[in-house]
């Protein structure tokens, strides 16, 4: 059985609200045949939740999707139609009320119902619900029957239709199937350049059948909104003030009488407040109230390394006139403020230094912090395999990784409830968005108001959860689709400029300020944020868009440059206030490959490793587009070769392994340099507080920007990002044009720490380089803030010595306390910088030793310096280790402890680890 069916079962249980009378029939647990109009010989057992291919696949009629070029193979079953119908449902006649309802339906529907048409469906986002009473009473046999329509032929269709809307070439990015923007459906299902395209159809969500009896109701959606009196989404929270918590619950069904809600929220030592809220109001299926908490009363829910993840229960009991319980609801809630500030730059922050312009950053309960994190995509192309140990799993990756923070890549699904639970009691803030992205959107009035729909149900679903950080319209459509269009189609950029603002703006807005007062919103991941605000208008925002004053900086910023040439190169890299995304490909390590690759296809630019490659995208669905893929490998390839020793085994399974590692080290240090630029940037006139690259994990093996291959084994990128998400750390940055070199000692600490720095130049065979450095030794570093060590010249330090053969070492100490704690610790990190490029240093062998003890694995320099030294581990299990990627001094020892995240080798793995650094780069044999 299919580990998803008992997760379906139990996200679903969780889900349903209590109620005396009611019968709530869960539909995951009731027979479903799957079979197609396209292919009468196929019937085959269904699921829910499920997806048509998860059930193929189950029933053998398919194998493994992920598996070499499947993904090609398999385009017939997005171009079919498929029937989900059920064995007859044991329903009571004589309810009062009877209702179909759907959490997710994806996509395209006709909804038959005892024989009889019931409803369709075109909204993937969306919940239905359908009242099916009078078609119960004269029904023998209650059978439901759901048809699903081909996604890609209906986005054909309805791009077909006359009037329809259309952009100028080159503005909507094509990944595999087309017309993916006219539609609402997972974006990325029609291939994204990390994904493949299957645009797959079903019940992705838990279903019921609801049966009510008179005045009785059923709640369908929750919202919680937990603010500070007077907070607004646009300006900063005033932390004195007592909380409000207003309450909203969606029924179905009919209230009793006078209904009212009574509240309890209790912590983990009982019951804390309880009463009646106020001003309940009962309007169109709604009933809303609210409360005040006083500000004492809780305690503060602060995101991972900043302080505890404080929760409570709120318990909502709908009761009738005599106070009897109709229905409950409980919502695990958290009393935090979170805002994204884009206000104007104050004079007093200018006093402090910092350049004028517009903020662009987060404030956790009225404190600014630095955000660490990354970019979140669907993290399996069907999500239904998405259960909560796996989130767990990647999200405990994301805790060890030092990230505080996850963008929620818009273009996947809205995440489930259970990401929002693990992210609450983890403190991981999730930065969400619209599923909109890389394309402009329609704007008649169908899709308008099928979107509305849908930003309500999301926004008003997961609003309670403390995780939940911001809200953004869509993926890059302020800085890639609007300025595409306006050289393009300049003289027709007005008319599409307003249509953006009809959608992201006029549509959304309101809907998102009617139902949330305690989270922000924008309309693009990437802006320049907002100009002005007008509350005398349904829609207070004006953009600010190109309309920039020189020596002001704005916004956040996104950054892609594969000139694999410019490596650490931080004059290119953009000067704002917040990096939202950033980042090149790498290949998965050799133990992914093997997954999904038979062993005759192991090598760099098999066709079948070459067409996974979906960078550049791949243009449409044309199955043997090697010519868009050569362009990724290449960038790849030559970043190795420009970079590092170029791998030339004897072996080519190990050839294979080496370059895919090697390109795994050039994609980390791509992304060290940047972050360690942006980190300093917290000390600069820009005061920049966040880098998110992109991306976090992977949904298949292929080559892509993800730090965490899909399995969750951990890329080199995890790790040294880890590392270079420390609170404390020290980085060189070099100008590559002349040669100057800053050292920098950063911190993101609340407050200011006393460090400790130490610098020593060695040659590669370990010997210490007698050069002396005006560099400070003990400085104190501000809080969130850096402090500049030396200010000096590469050349001017080596004095006539080979750059080939320097390298600088690099460590800080530092004591200080984290955020919201008493407890002093001592923050260290040790960096290094290598002046002359890895690929013509003059590397030596600095003969690793490895050895272990039950848990840990120690490894040993002996002669010479190791660059990226890496602990492997064979396939079937995966770990991480407690450092990697890390480099050593000649006769430094390190010993490394590990996690392990799941295992099939029964500990087996342990006795394969092994050992290698950037020196076996230059060796013929061996991995
Ligand atoms: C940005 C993202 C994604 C994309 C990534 C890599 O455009 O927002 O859409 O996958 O870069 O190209």
């Given amino acids: 059985m299919r580990p998803?069916?008992?997760?379906?079962?139990?996200?679903?249980?969780?889900?349903?609200?209590?109620?005396?009378?009611?019968?709530?029939?869960?539909?995951?647990?009731?027979?479903?045949t799957l079979t197609s109009p396209n292919f009468s010989y196929i019937s085959v057992p269904g699921m829910v939740p499920s997806q048509v291919h998860l059930d193929l696949r189950e029933a053998q009629v398919i194998g493994d999707p992920l598996y070499a070029l499947n993904e090609f193979n398999l385009r017939w079953i997005a171009y079919s139609n498929w029937t989900y119908t059920s064995a007859p449902?044991?329903?009571?006649?004589?309810?009062?009320?009877?209702?179909?309802?759907?959490?997710?339906?994806?996509?395209?529907?006709?909804?038959?119902?005892?024989?009889?048409?019931?409803a369709a469906t075109n909204n993937q986002f969306r919940q239905y619900y359908f009242d099916v009473s009078a078609l119960l009473q004269s029904c023998d046999s209650p059978i439901l029957s759901i048809n699903f329509g081909s996604a890609p032929i209906i986005a054909n269709a309805t791009r077909a239709i006359p009037g329809q809307l259309a952009w100028p070439f080159g503005v909507q990015q094509l990944y595999e199937f087309p017309n993916r923007e006219y539609i609402r459906k997972e974006q990325s299902d029609f291939g994204w350049d990390w994904g493949p395209a299957?645009?797959?159809?079903?019940?992705?969500?838990?279903?019921?059948?609801?049966?009510?009896?008179?005045?009785?109701?059923?709640?369908?959606?929750?919202?919680?909104?937990?603010?500070?009196?007077?907070?607004?989404?646009?300006?900063?929270?005033?932390?004195?003030?007592?909380?409000?918590?207003?309450?909203s619950v969606d029924y179905l069904g009919s209230l009793p009488y006078r209904a009212n809600i009574q509240y309890t929220i209790s912590g983990p030592s009982g019951d804390l407040l309880n009463g009646f809220l106020s001003?309940?109001?009962?309007?169109?299926?709604?009933?809303?109230?609210?409360?005040?908490?006083?500000?004492?009363?809780?305690?503060?829910?602060?995101?991972?390394?900043?302080?505890?993840?404080?929760?409570?229960?709120?318990?909502?009991?709908?009761?009738?006139?005599?106070?009897?319980?109709?229905?409950?609801?409980?919502?695990?809630?958290?009393?935090?403020?979170?805002?994204?500030?884009?206000?104007?730059?104050?004079?007093?922050?200018?006093?402090?230094?910092?350049?004028?312009?517009?903020?662009?950053?987060?404030?956790?309960?009225?404190?600014?912090?630095?955000?660490?994190?990354?970019?979140?995509?669907?993290?399996?192309?069907?999500?239904?395999?998405?259960?909560?140990?796996?989130?767990?799993?990647?999200?405990?990756?994301?805790?060890?990784?030092?990230?505080?923070?996850?963008?929620?890549?818009?273009?996947?699904?809205?995440?489930?409830?259970?990401?929002?639970?693990?992210?609450?009691e983890m403190g991981i803030l999730l930065w969400s968005e619209f599923e909109f992205g890389c394309a402009l959107?329609?704007?008649?009035?169908?899709?308008?108001?099928?979107v509305a729909h849908e930003v309500e149900y999301q926004v008003r679903r997961v609003n309670h959860h403390p995780s939940l950080a911001y809200w953004a319209g869509g993926n890059e459509l302020e800085n890639l689709e609007l300025p595409t269009v306006n050289t393009t189609a300049p003289d027709e950029y007005p008319r599409y400029l307003a249509e953006y603002e009809t959608l992201f703006l006029d549509t959304i807005v309101p809907i998102v300020l009617g139902n949330t007062k305690s989270i922000s919103y924008s309309p693009s991941s990437t802006t320049n944020g907002w100009?002005?605000?007008?509350?005398?208008?349904?829609?207070?925002?004006?953009?600010?868009?190109?309309?920039?004053?020189?020596?002001?900086?704005?916004?956040?910023?996104?950054?892609?440059?594969?000139?694999?040439?410019?490596?650490?190169?931080?004059?290119?890299?953009?000067?704002?206030?917040?990096?939202?995304?950033?980042?090149?490909?790498?290949?998965?390590?050799?133990?992914?490959?093997?997954?999904?690759?038979?062993?005759?296809?192991?090598?760099?630019?098999?066709?079948?490793?070459?067409?996974?490659?979906?960078?550049?995208?791949?243009?449409?669905?044309?199955?043997?587009?090697?010519?868009?893929?050569?362009?990724?490998?290449?960038?790849?390839?030559?970043?190795?070769?420009?970079?590092?020793?170029?791998?030339?085994?004897?072996?080519?399974?190990?050839?294979?392994?080496?370059?895919?590692?090697?390109?795994?080290?050039?994609?980390?240090?791509?992304?060290?340099?940047?972050?360690?630029?942006?980190?300093?940037?917290?000390?600069?006139?820009?005061?920049?507080?966040?880098?998110?690259?992109?991306?976090?994990?992977?949904q298949w093996q292929a080559p892509t920007w993800a730090g965490i291959e899909y399995d969750g084994r951990w890329k080199v990128l995890h790790y040294v990002a880890k590392d270079i998400y420390r609170p404390v750390i020290i980085s060189a940055h070099r100008n590559v044009t002349n040669n100057?070199?800053?050292?920098?000692?950063?911190?993101?600490?609340?407050?200011?720490?006393?460090?400790?720095?130490?610098?020593?130049?060695?040659?590669?065979?370990?010997?210490?380089?007698?050069?002396?450095?005006?560099?400070?030794t003990n400085v104190s570093i501000g809080a969130i803030n850096g402090t500049k060590i030396l200010s000096s010249n590469v050349d001017t330090m080596l004095q006539g010595r080979n750059a080939a053969d320097a390298i600088l070492r690099m460590d800080v100490s530092a004591q200080g306390s984290l955020p919201n704690s008493n407890t002093t610790q001592t923050f260290t990190h040790t960096n290094w910088f290598h002046p002359a490029p890895l690929s013509s240093s003059n590397l030596t062998d600095p003969k690793l030793e490895l050895s272990?003890?039950?848990?840990?694995?120690t490894v040993k320099a002996k002669s010479g310096v190791a660059a990226f030294v890496w602990l492997d581990y064979p396939g079937g299990a995966v770990l991480n280790f407690e450092d990697n990627g890390f480099w050593l001094a000649k006769g430094e020892e390190k010993g490394v402890g590990y996690k392990v995240k799941s295992d099939t080798t029964g500990g087996k793995w342990k006795d394969a680890v092994t050992v290698r650094s950037l020196w076996n780069n230059t060796l013929s044999e061996g991995y």
């Fill in 531 to 698: 100009q002005s605000l007008d509350f005398s208008k349904s829609q207070p925002i004006a953009q600010r868009y190109g309309n920039l004053t020189e020596g002001s900086i704005y916004g956040d910023t996104d950054f892609y440059n594969y000139n694999f040439t410019q490596l650490g190169n931080f004059s290119r890299y953009p000067v704002g206030r917040f990096a939202n995304e950033f980042g090149y490909h790498s290949m998965p390590s050799l133990q992914s490959w093997q997954q999904a690759v038979a062993p005759e296809d192991l090598s760099f630019n098999s066709s079948v490793v070459m067409l996974r490659d979906h960078h550049p995208p791949a243009g449409g669905v044309n199955t043997s587009n090697f010519y868009n893929a050569s362009f990724g490998q290449g960038q790849m390839t030559m970043a190795v070769e420009e970079w590092y020793p170029i791998p030339n085994k004897t072996d080519s399974l190990a050839n294979f392994s080496a370059w895919c590692h090697s390109t795994q080290l050039f994609q980390a240090e791509f992304y060290k340099f940047q972050i360690e630029f942006y980190r300093r940037g917290s000390a600069l006139p820009e005061r920049q507080l966040g880098s998110l690259y992109w991306q976090l994990e992977d």
């Fill in 279 to 424: 001003n309940v109001t009962s309007e169109a299926g709604r009933l809303t109230g609210s409360t005040s908490v006083p500000d004492g009363a809780v305690e503060l829910w602060w995101p991972v390394g900043m302080g505890q993840q404080q929760l409570y229960n709120l318990t909502l009991n709908v009761v009738d006139s005599s106070n009897t319980t109709v229905v409950t609801v409980t919502k695990r809630i958290g009393f935090r403020t979170i805002f994204n500030n884009q206000t104007p730059i104050s004079q007093e922050q200018m006093d402090l230094g910092v350049a004028p312009g517009g903020n662009w950053h987060f404030e956790i309960n009225g404190n600014e912090f630095y955000a660490k994190g990354s970019n979140f995509i669907p993290p399996d192309v069907f999500w239904p395999n998405v259960t909560e140990p796996r989130l767990r799993q990647l999200f405990d990756s994301v805790i060890d990784g030092n990230q505080n923070m996850l963008r929620v890549w818009s273009s996947g699904a809205y995440s489930p409830d259970f990401m929002y639970d693990l992210a609450d």
């Fill in 441 to 450: 959107y329609p704007v008649n009035e169908e899709f308008l108001e099928n």
């Fill in 89 to 118: 449902l044991d329903l009571h006649k004589n309810a009062s009320s009877t209702w179909l309802v759907f959490n997710g339906l994806d996509t395209f529907t006709s909804i038959d119902f005892c024989g009889e048409h019931v």
């Fill in 4 to 32: 998803r069916s008992t997760q379906a079962v139990l996200a679903a249980a969780s889900m349903v609200s209590v109620a005396v009378g009611q019968q709530v029939l869960n539909l995951s647990t009731i027979d479903w």
């Fill in 740 to 776: 100057d070199l800053e050292i920098w000692a950063i911190s993101d600490l609340w407050s200011s720490v006393s460090a400790s720095v130490n610098l020593a130049w060695y040659d590669w065979s370990g010997n210490k380089l007698n050069i002396s450095m005006d560099a400070a």
């Fill in 852 to 857: 272990k003890n039950n848990d840990t694995f």
């Fill in 198 to 247: 299957f645009a797959p159809a079903g019940i992705w969500l838990p279903a019921y059948v609801v049966q009510l009896p008179q005045q009785n109701v059923y709640v369908r959606n929750t919202l919680v909104d937990i603010y500070r009196e007077g907070q607004h989404n646009f300006y900063a929270p005033d932390q004195t003030k007592d909380w409000v918590l207003n309450a």
